[in-house]
């Protein structure tokens, strides 16, 4: 089986934008003293056991932001300074800035009261479309007053990941493979990390994993989901800071094999840089792009779209993973 990626939100049903079954789902400018401090947080206690995942604060994940659109949240985000979240590039494939927003400070995902800020551009890593450089960097219309329940995180080196033997992830997404809504309440879950080769062998000759620039977390019974895609793996710095070490991007099935994320510690000079290199996209990546075009009644050559009267995710059982849910609106075809 390849990799499947659970996509996200690009629109509603009656738009029949172009998608691509992709991840999981579920430069800007240059980190500057005066927006950009971030803030060195001791550790918060572990979740107990996302997919088992515990409520957790937003107080003990200032940095977990909720990308959300018109239809509400599909993915989520890092504070990397006032004006720049990190996110997954599949995350923002076929979007337009102008419809996103970012929701900052809550719990509860649904909670209006969360420091609300438009999307003013996305920066896509050169290659972000390919799942081996799969994140991106949003950049806020207007800053965030950082402080509180609303922190920058910092980006961990290779000898910070080195060194760490667990991380934690965060997100609003499903808590089940068979969850088609996913959680309004921020989870987390404290997970293993798990090296290169043991993770290889586990996601199978087909599972596509670059070592290069993604690392595994996660076993049996605890970990990521679908609408978690583009949220933060953290770890506790031998300093004993939580710091950013990866980007859900991908699986083949909740919870039962490894995640698989973007390498953070190696984006780490492009997203110093502001994105440097990289061209500002805006409804970039979609579907034709990809060459999986959708077909009017809302199928593609690859599977079953199809619609839920009350919204949610369904699944294309021809396809299988985590690829096979499609996100799904309330509007009529």
């Known amino acids: 089986m390849s990799p499947n990626h659970p996509h996200p939100r690009t629109g509603a049903v009656a ?29 918060p206690d ?15 994940a200032p940095w977990q932001v909720s990308l959300q659109d018109a239809n509400g949240h599909f993915c989520g ?47 896509v890593h050169p290659g972000g479309f390919d799942a081996a450089n799969d994140v991106a960097l949003v ?8 402080g509180g329940t609303v922190q920058a995180i910092a980006v961990a080196g290779a000898a910070d990941v080195a060194a760490a033997s667990t991380g934690s992830v965060s997100g609003w997404g499903a808590t089940a493979e068979d969850d088609g809504f996913g959680s309004d309440v921020l989870l987390s ?21 670059t070592a290069a620039t993604e690392l595994c977390a996660e076993g049996v019974g605890a970990g990521s989901c679908y ?19 990866g980007v859900v991007s991908w699986g083949v099935e909740c919870a039962v094999l490894p995640g698989v994320f973007a ?18 996209v805006d409804g970039a990546g979609t579907g034709a792009d990809q060459g999986d075009p959708w077909t009017e009644d809302g199928s593609s050559e ?24 499609y996100e799904c609106e309330d509007e009529a075809v």
Not at 47 to 59: H, K, L, N, Q, R
Not at 304 to 323: A, I, R, T, V
């Open 263 to 280: 390498e953070v510690p190696v984006f780490a000079p492009w997203i110093a840089d502001g994105g440097a290199g990289s061209v500002p």
């Open 302 to 325: 690859d599977g079953g779209w199809y619609e839920d009267e009350d919204g949610g995710w369904y699944e294309d059982e021809d396809d299988g993973g985590w690829g096979a849910w």
């Open 46 to 60: 572990p979740a107990a056991a996302i997919v088992d995942g515990e409520p957790t604060s937003i107080a003990d």
């Open 189 to 209: 879950a404290e997970v293993p990390l798990v090296d290169d080769a043991t993770c290889a062998v586990q996601l199978g000759p087909d599972g596509g994993l």
């Open 139 to 146: 950049r806020l219309a207007s800053p965030l007053v950082l």
């Open 227 to 245: 609408g978690d895609s583009g949220g933060p793996l953290t770890i506790v710095a031998p300093d004993g800071t939580v710091k950013l070490a």
């Open 77 to 123: 985000g890092s504070v990397i300074d006032a004006t720049t979240v990190l996110t997954a590039a599949h995350c923002v494939e076929g979007n337009s800035a102008a419809d996103l927003f970012v929701r900052a400070g809550v719990t509860d995902r649904t909670d209006p009261t969360g420091q609300d800020r438009p999307v003013a551009s996305i920066v």
């Open 15 to 43: 738009d029949r934008s172009p998608r691509r079954a992709a991840r999981l789902f579920a430069g800007a400018s240059a980190v500057v003293a005066a927006t950009a401090a971030t803030v060195a947080l001791a550790a």
